[in-house]
């Protein structure tokens, strides 16, 4: 059998780079204490769900 092709999923890499943004602003919230800012960014990530997470995991 020839080789798949690879299947581009440009929503799974958007919404995976998306929550690496946010769980990195949520990082420096939280290191400088903000707790507004990470309870904002906690309801963001959860609003991405597990679009983030790799397939296997």
Do not use: N
């Not at 929550?19 to 963001?44: N, P, W």
Request: proline residues 9%; charged residues 25%.
């Amino acid at each position: 059998m020839p080789p798949q092709p690879f299947i581009h999923r440009p929503g799974y890499i958007e919404g995976g780079h998306q929550l690496e943004k946010l769980e990195f602003a949520l990082a420096i919230a939280i290191s400088r204490g903000d707790t507004s800012r990470a309870d904002q960014l906690r309801s963001q990530i959860d609003v991405l769900g597990d679009l983030g997470e790799e397939p296997g995991t």
